[in-house]
C-alpha cells in the first residue's frame, strides 16, 4: 500500500456525499495509486470536490507544467497544465479557446479545477495520446510512409483550418505541439499563445516556425494588416517539411543562398527529388505551396481543402 491507512481514509471523504454508493463500492484507492504518485485535492468552479493522481512530469510549456497523471472518479488517463494562481486567467482564456475549436486533430481538454489550497489551476485534458511528433520521427531508423504522411497532412490541415474558420490563431504551432496518439492520429496542443484573429498578438514562438516576413518584428508588435493565420500555415508547412526530410528547413547554406532580396524562394524548391520520391505528389504540392517565403503566395488552408489535394491519386 503505497500510503498509510489513515492517508486512503483521508482521501476518500472527498467523495462522501457526492458519489452514489455503487459508484463508491467501485473506487478501490489502494489499487489505483502507485508509490510514487503524487496527489492533489481540488474543486471546480461550481465547488465540487476531487481527486487529481499525478504520475510523472512530462514537459514545462509557457507559465506552466505539464504532467501525465490519472482522474480518480474514471481513472483514464489524463495530461495536467498546472498554472500559479497569477496565471490563472491567461490558464481560463486557453481552456475556453480549446473548447471553441474542438475538433477530432485538437487536443481535447475537459475542465478546469483549483487546489484546494487556492494557489494552482489545472486544466485537464485528454491523456490517449502516444508522444510528440517530433520525438516520435527523432526515434525512428527510416522514414514515414507515405500513407502515413498524407495521413498527417489531412489530418493537420483539416484541424488547423478549423481553428481558421473559429476566427482563431494558433501562434505557436511546431511539431512538439502536434501529438500522435497510439493510432498515430493528430492532435494539435498548446493553444497558451493562441487568440482571435483580430486580437493575436506575437507572444510566444519558435523561432525556427517563424516566418520569414516576421524576422525583422521579432521584438515589435507585428504590423496591423498583417494577417496573423500566415504563422500558422508557415508552421503547418514547416511540421510537414519536417515530417517528410526529419531535419529543418533553412539549415543549409545552398538553400538559403537561393533566396534573393525580393523573398522570391519559391517553396517548391525546397524539397529535393529525392525526398520527393517518398511522399505522393499531393503532399509535396502542399508543403511547397505553404512554404512559400513571399507570404503573398502563401494560400489559406481553406484552399488546400478546396483544390482536392487530399483526394488526388497517389502514385
Known amino acids: ?13 472527498p467523495f462522501r456525499g457526492c458519489l452514489g454508493e455503487s459508484r ?41 507544467l505539464i504532467y501525465a497523471g490519472v482522474s480518480f472518479v ?33 487536443l481535447p481538454v475537459w475542465e478546469i479545477d483549483f487546489s484546494i489550497k487556492g494557489d494552482l489551476v489545472i486544466m485537464r485534458m485528454d491523456g490517449a495520446y502516444y508522444r510528440d511528433l517530433y520525438s516520435y520521427i527523432s526515434a525512428m531508423k527510416g522514414y514515414v510512409t507515405r500513407a502515413l504522411l498524407d495521413k498527417w497532412m489531412k489530418e493537420l490541415v483539416s484541424g488547423m483550418c ?16 502536434v501529438l500522435l496518439t497510439k493510432d498515430l492520429s493528430i492532435r494539435v496542443a498548446d493553444f497558451g499563445s493562441a487568440d482571435k484573429k483580430s486580437k493575436f498578438k506575437l507572444t510566444r ?6 516566418p520569414p516576413e516576421l524576422n525583422p ?26 515530417a517528410l526530410t526529419k531535419h529543418h528547413p533553412f539549415t543549409e547554406i545552398i538553400t538559403m543562398s537561393s533566396t534573393d532580396i525580393h523573398g522570391n524562394c519559391p517553396g517548391e524548391t ?18 511547397g505551396k505553404l512554404m512559400d517565403y513571399n507570404a503573398a503566395r502563401r494560400p489559406k488552408l481553406n484552399y ?12
Request: with cysteine.
Open 1 to 13: 500500500m503505497p500510503f498509510g491507512s489513515w492517508l486512503i481514509r483521508w482521501i476518500s471523504r
Open 74 to 106: 474514471d481513472q483514464l488517463p489524463v495530461v495536467f497544465k498546472v498554472v500559479k494562481k497569477k496565471y490563472r486567467n491567461l490558464l481560463l482564456k486557453e481552456y475556453m479557446i480549446m473548447r471553441s475549436v474542438w475538433h477530432r486533430n485538437v
Open 162 to 177: 478549423h481553428v481558421h474558420s473559429k476566427g482563431y490563431v494558433h501562434g505557436d504551432l511546431n511539431y512538439k505541439n
Open 304 to 315: 488546400i481543402i478546396e483544390q482536392n489535394y487530399f483526394n488526388e491519386t497517389q502514385t
Open 24 to 64: 463508491r463500492k467501485g473506487l478501490n484507492i489502494e489499487n489505483i495509486l502507485r508509490d510514487n504518485d503524487r496527489v492533489m485535492f481540488v474543486e471546480n468552479g461550481h465547488g465540487r470536490k476531487g481527486i487529481l493522481i499525478f504520475r510523472q512530469k512530462v514537459t514545462k510549456s509557457g507559465t506552466g
Open 217 to 242: 518584428w521579432r521584438l515589435e508588435p507585428i504590423p496591423y494588416e498583417y494577417d496573423p493565420r500566415l504563422i500558422d500555415i508557415w508552421g503547418v508547412g514547416v511540421v510537414l517539411f519536417f
Open 270 to 287: 525546397l524539397i529535393y527529388e529525392d525526398d520527393r520520391k517518398r511522399c505522393s505528389p499531393s503532399y509535396a504540392k502542399v508543403v
Open 205 to 210: 514562438y519558435d523561432p525556427q516556425f517563424l
